[in-house]
């Protein structure tokens, strides 16, 4: 067993090795983008068929939604949507994988929904396509390759991309950061920083998955993404001086920073400067619930291959693998 785990090692190291000479050999060449993307992904294609039997590629597929100073509910009815994804996963034992994911959704939220009235008046509102990278690590509390149904637990790192916007006379797309509604980036509020669109995430939560078989798996997990920013709906701190957003930028910043006047019998007056627009005690987060169905490539015995420690199971022992029984 120890030289089987000495030489997945090695192999390993090796393909590493290859990998970073690929890399290095494609950055030096002058090839066009789309040769260097081709180049690559071909490159890690042929490295990753040596451990495929370690590789479960999957599909994710559920809703998402955030919460922030727009909303506090729970997957709320109006403005949860639908959210899909790709992952690649590497089994680096039976009961610790690493994933790697790329997740599509649109999250937003609004006033109007709110069971509060002074949110109601306040009447702002904003939506956001939303892109994630994210990789993962999860343990699993049983070996799903001796039982069918273990729960397991999530965490690791994410990139994410957003844009918030808003409608203006429900049909005008207004995005909202260059619009500076609380100030960022003004010469009056020097404390008030642009915030970037492109932000690092901490995404944790649980699950629990079946196995159907050696290779078909489906998970139902929720996951929870903490975030480092407070302006994913573009509501933070508080309303600024309306005379220094109109001289800056304009007639349609005022107009969507302030939104209470757009409603019947709302208040025409725009807030003073410094009164609550947003809570920047309590950053942002998002969040998704769903179907998590993966397939183990390779071909062979899967029951009999070895894992990066080693030996089919974590202990080092035989797999009982889902095969019919023998007969002796």
């Given amino acids: 067993m120890l030289s089987a785990s000495l030489d997945n090692y090695f192999a390993i190291f090796s393909f590493l090795g290859k990998v970073v000479k690929g890399f290095n050999f494609v950055w ?5 983008f789309m040769i260097k993307i081709r180049l690559l992904a071909g490159l890690m294609l042929m490295g990753l068929s040596a451990f495929s039997q370690n590789i479960h590629v999957g599909i994710f597929g559920g809703v998402a ?5 727009l909303t ?3 997957f709320p009815k109006k403005v949860t949507n639908g959210a899909i994804g790709v992952t690649v996963n590497y089994e680096l034992t039976p009961q610790i994988m690493v994933r790697g994911g790329f997740t599509y959704t649109v999250v937003g939220g ?6 509060d009235e002074e949110l109601r008046a306040r009447n702002l509102s904003f939506e956001t396509h939303l892109t994630e990278f994210s990789l993962i690590g999860e343990y699993y509390f049983f070996n799903l390759d001796e039982q069918k149904l273990s729960p397991y637990v999530f965490g690791g790192f994410a990139v994410f991309h957003f844009n918030p916007y808003a409608y203006q006379a429900t049909t005008n797309k207004i995005f909202l950061k260059p619009l500076s509604t609380e100030g960022e980036g003004l010469s009056a509020y020097p404390d008030r920083k642009p915030y970037a669109l492109t932000q690092i995430a901490l995404p944790f939560g649980a699950g629990v998955k079946y196995a159907f078989n050696d ?5 139902l997990e929720l996951g929870i993404r903490k975030l480092f920013t407070d302006y994913l709906d573009d509501v933070s701190a508080s309303y600024v001086d309306p005379a220094d957003l109109l001289a800056n930028k304009g007639q349609i910043a005022v107009d969507m920073s302030y939104r209470g006047d757009e409603l019947p019998g709302g208040n025409p007056n725009y807030p003073a400067k410094g009164a609550q627009r947003g809570g920047v005690k309590r950053k942002d987060s998002y969040y998704f619930l769903g179907l998590h169905l993966t397939y183990r490539l390779g071909t062979g015995d899967n029951s009999n291959r070895s894992g990066v420690f080693g030996g089919g199971n974590f202990l080092g022992g035989k797999k009982k693998g889902y095969g019919c029984p023998s007969v002796h």
Avoid: H, M, Q, T
């Fill in 28 to 32: 030096k060449s002058k090839p066009s």
């Fill in 65 to 69: 939604a955030y919460s922030g100073d």
């Fill in 72 to 74: 506090r509910k729970i």
């Fill in 110 to 115: 609004a006033d109007r929904n709110s069971d």
């Fill in 215 to 219: 290779r078909v798996r489906l998970g």
